[in-house]
């Protein structure tokens, strides 16, 4: 892979690292709201490839199908954190390794 | 020139990235998130996807990073940032991603395969903004009317899950 002119591929490779890490915080940490931040890295490396290749094709069905992911996200985090805040409230915890209830 | 700043935004989303999954506060997580996603917002400026680009500061930095602080602040967290970072689980979670991380290296050890070259550009393409609205308004008009309802959904279910139940006697 070469590192001067910028290609498709880069930005892909871009985006694979950036789901990497948006996997880590997923699967490792305990903390909710990390958690829910880790889905948001994971949704802009998705966008990121809708983007890539939206620019590759001179198209801009990419982009349109990018909205949409960022509207999916953002209504995510909303009832998400509201889901939080409830927990919270009842629980008093945001840890989501004692969210057991469900658990024998 | 374009490379350069490709990496300098590339730098800035991975650090901010790396530092949100690593950092014990949850609000040191939000700041480092915001500068992920300004540099993703760069990103999208450098492909030319200006309309994106926009909502990306707007929707992102501006609105979902209040909400996140917002929930930071309103869960006080003090007693849980002493504590463990990690689930129990974490090992298998490691060998799962190394998995994926060896198999997305050697794709890329491959090369891309069979990724034809770009069409040349037509001529006289309008700007960025008109033709998204184009596309969405023409093509994509019943998946935006759908994701118009969805949000409609959102807002009232995390109003309703959010507020305070009163206790019935």
């Known amino acids: ?3 001067s002119p910028i290609t498709t591929g880069h930005y892909l ?5 950036l789901l990497l890490i948006g996997s880590v915080g997923l699967l490792m940490r305990r903390n909710v709201i990390i958690m829910l931040m880790s889905i948001e890295l994971i949704l802009n490396a998705v966008n990121i490839n809708l983007v890539a290749f939206s620019r590759h094709w001179q198209q801009v069905t990419g982009q349109v199908f990018a909205i949409f992911v960022i509207t999916v996200a953002v209504a995510e985090t909303a009832v998400g954190l509201g889901i939080l805040i409830a927990l919270f409230r009842n629980r008093g915890t945001v840890l989501s390794d004692e969210i057991d209830l469900l658990k024998w | 020139m374009d490379a350069a700043l490709f990496y ?3 730098a800035m989303t991975l650090i901010g990235a790396l530092l949100t999954v690593t950092r014990r506060n949850p609000v040191h997580s939000a700041i480092s998130l915001i500068l992920s996603l300004l540099g993703i917002a760069g990103i999208f400026l450098l492909q030319a996807a200006e309309f994106l680009f926009a909502v990306q500061i707007l929707l992102y930095v501006g609105g979902v990073m209040v909400l996140f602080l917002f929930v930071v602040m309103l869960i006080h967290l003090e007693e849980a940032a002493k504590l463990r970072n990690y689930t129990r689980q974490w090992p298998v979670a490691v060998v799962a991603l ?3 991380l060896i198999e997305v ?3 890329l050890n491959a090369g891309l395969p069979g990724l034809p ?3 040349s550009p037509r001529p006289l393409l309008p700007g960025n903004t008109e033709r998204i609205a184009d596309a969405l308004f023409n093509t994509y008009v ?3 009317e759908a994701a118009s309802l969805l ?3 959102a807002i009232v279910g995390a109003v309703w899950m959010a507020r305070k139940k009163e206790v019935a006697e």
């Open chain 2, 105 to 107: 290296l050697a794709f």
């Open chain 1, 1 to 3: 892979m070469n590192f």
């Open chain 2, 98 to 100: 190394l998995a994926v």
């Open chain 2, 117 to 119: 070259p770009s069409p």
């Open chain 2, 8 to 10: 300098i935004f590339a």
């Open chain 2, 142 to 144: 019943l998946p935006f």
């Open chain 1, 13 to 17: 490779v871009l985006s694979a690292a």
């Open chain 2, 151 to 153: 949000l409609l959904v």
